[in-house]
């Protein structure tokens, strides 16, 4: 706390209280009756929300909001733990990143995060496995505190701070990391490390003639130096090894993701109440952006797709750009991020309330497949996220055969539905990377569930349910026996959408 504006307090109050009798003075003693202002927590001490400087955001156990400080040291210990002997692990800070000569909205890498919660760019950790009881060492390096820069880019924690919230057994300036690492990395044989993408890998791919024509980001680190110097044998990727850990979610991080599911959730259904015919897709996605910082959430996870009519058909249509018509369907792909996680929902729903008949023959195929899917999420079915794709495209072909498809080899897989049904999600829209579509699913997995059926204007295809696009997407966390909709809040039945669209459920636009 900053103690020279906490020493403010009883001053203000001695002036107020020798405030002249309130007929000669009544600008002062309006301001007498409102709240005492908060001066001790603004502005913050620290490079990130702390229980101590944002007790509105975070509870006393808490590192970062949700997640308590012991969870973060838990996730440090079972990584070293899956370690073998003589390894130490090394992560950076995601770089910041520009644009038009601005700043971007600063985001944290997510595995140093996951280890860490420490939020600040220009920093570092290393792990070094030990025998102690706590299993490893922890080096963090940050910028500290540097009161002339503070004052413009705002506050950072202190080494002292690092060592007391973030548990670290070491806080160092970011200046000493290249020299430490160098020092620090010799010991061990085994050098847990992911390396920056590197310019010069793909030399062939027109991504790499971009890369070249656009100005260098950041100049050829020392640390790049240092850790190239490392030799083959005994530089190894971290990241599959935290992918492992992310791949299951705690209760805590569950209780994260229900909450951003719920916040995009019920601005999915808002949404729908806000939309009318006439009304531009864009402001549709303002709209739902709005709704979901109102409800604490930092950012969007992702640019949403708002498409009217046959703009469903683009799968990422992210332009946003058209009026919505009488008589057409929207499909809106579009989650929140809160506190650290994602979320990923979609719906279909009628721009003016109430689906056509076709509009909703086709729906309730795509309902009906997705529902008998959800349910297949559980530990106990014992399928891969590949074997629950096959079975969409089996559900859904016996859906469309009923509705009058008649579908020829490829039909499905290559023109309707061209995208395949899940992915893991977390700190990430798609934890996916290193995530293997053929390992059975397992309890306190989540995973997404998004059936689409998008169908082009072409003879062989029933011509009322041309141009339609329709995908219906939720979260799920898979359970034992059970699987747990974390996206429940967003309106999935027909009656339930028509009934948010048309304000039936008491559901107010914003
Ligand atoms: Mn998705």
């Given at each position: 706390m900053c103690s020279s504006f906490r020493s403010l307090l009883p001053a203000l109050r001695a002036f107020t209280a020798k405030c002249p009798p309130p007929q000669i003075c009544t600008s002062l003693r309006t301001y007498a009756t409102e709240a005492v202002p908060d001066f001790e927590h603004k502005p913050s001490h620290y490079g990130q929300p702390l229980f101590q400087s944002h007790p509105h955001l975070l509870r006393p156990h808490e590192l970062t909001p949700g997640i308590p400080s012991e969870e973060y040291e838990r996730r440090r210990k079972d990584l070293m733990d899956s370690l073998p002997s003589n390894s130490v692990v090394v992560l950076i800070a995601a770089p910041v990143k520009y644009m038009s000569g601005s700043i971007y909205k600063y985001r944290q890498g997510s595995?140093?995060?996951?280890?860490?919660?420490?939020?600040?760019?220009?920093?570092?950790?290393?792990?070094?496995?030990?025998?102690?009881?706590?299993?490893?060492?922890?080096?963090?390096?940050?910028?500290?505190?540097?009161?002339?820069?503070?004052?413009?880019?705002?506050?950072?924690?202190?080494?002292?701070?690092?060592?007391?919230?973030?548990?670290?057994?070491?806080?160092?300036?970011?200046?000493?990391?290249?020299?430490?690492?160098?020092?620090?990395?010799?010991?061990?044989?085994?050098?847990?490390?992911?390396?920056?993408?590197?310019?010069?890998?793909?030399?062939?791919?027109?991504?790499?003639?971009?890369?070249?024509?656009?100005?260098?980001?950041?100049?050829?680190?020392?640390?790049?130096?240092?850790?190239?110097?490392?030799?083959?044998?005994?530089?190894?990727?971290?990241a599959p090894h935290i992918a492992q850990l992310r791949a299951f979610k705690s209760v805590c991080e569950q209780q994260v993701m229900r909450m951003a599911a719920d916040i995009s959730g019920r601005s999915h259904a808002k949404t729908m109440r806000f939309t009318r015919p006439g009304i531009s897709e864009s402001a549709l996605a303002a709209h739902f952006e709005y709704l979901c910082s109102l409800s604490g959430s930092q950012r969007l996870a992702y640019v949403p797709v708002v498409a009217s009519g046959p703009n469903a058909l683009i799968i990422h249509y992210t332009s946003n750009n058209q009026v919505v018509q009488d008589g057409e369907m929207i499909l809106m792909d579009a989650g929140c991020e809160y506190n650290g996680y994602a979320s990923d929902i979609t719906r279909t729903y009628p721009a003016n309330g109430s689906f056509t008949p076709p509009q909703r023959e086709l729906y309730s195929a795509v309902l009906s497949a997705q529902k008998a899917l959800v349910g297949l999420c559980t530990e106990a079915e014992g399928l891969s996220l590949h074997d629950l794709h096959r079975k969409s495209c089996d559900f859904l072909r016996r859906e469309l055969k009923q509705i009058g498809f008649t579908l020829h080899t490829g039909d499905l897989e290559r023109v309707l539905y061209p995208h395949f049904l899940s992915h893991p999600i977390g700190i990430d829209l798609h934890e996916s990377s290193y995530s293997d579509r053929g390992e059975s699913l397992k309890a306190g997995m989540v995973i997404t569930v998004e059936p689409g059926i998008y169908v082009p204007p072409t003879a062989q295809f029933p011509k009322h349910f041309h141009n339609f696009g329709i995908r219906i997407e939720d979260e799920v966390l898979v359970g034992e026996k059970h699987p747990v909709v974390l996206s429940v809040s967003a309106p999935k039945e027909i009656a339930d959408i028509e009934g948010a669209c048309q304000g039936l459920l008491g559901l107010e636009p914003i």
């Open positions: 595995d140093f995060w996951y280890l860490t919660g420490f939020e600040e760019p220009d920093s570092a950790v290393v792990l070094e496995k030990n025998a102690s009881s706590r299993g490893y060492r922890m080096t963090l390096f940050s910028n500290g505190k540097d009161s002339a820069k503070e004052k413009w880019d705002g506050p950072r924690t202190g080494f002292d701070d690092a060592l007391n919230f973030f548990k670290a057994d070491d806080a160092l300036t970011i200046k000493a990391f290249p020299a430490q690492l160098r020092s620090m990395i010799s010991l061990y044989s085994n050098v847990y490390i992911d390396l920056p993408q590197s310019p010069r890998k793909n030399a062939r791919s027109t991504k790499s003639l971009l890369r070249y024509l656009s100005p260098p980001v950041n100049p050829r680190s020392e640390y790049e130096t240092v850790v190239e110097s490392l030799s083959s044998s005994r530089r190894k990727p971290l």
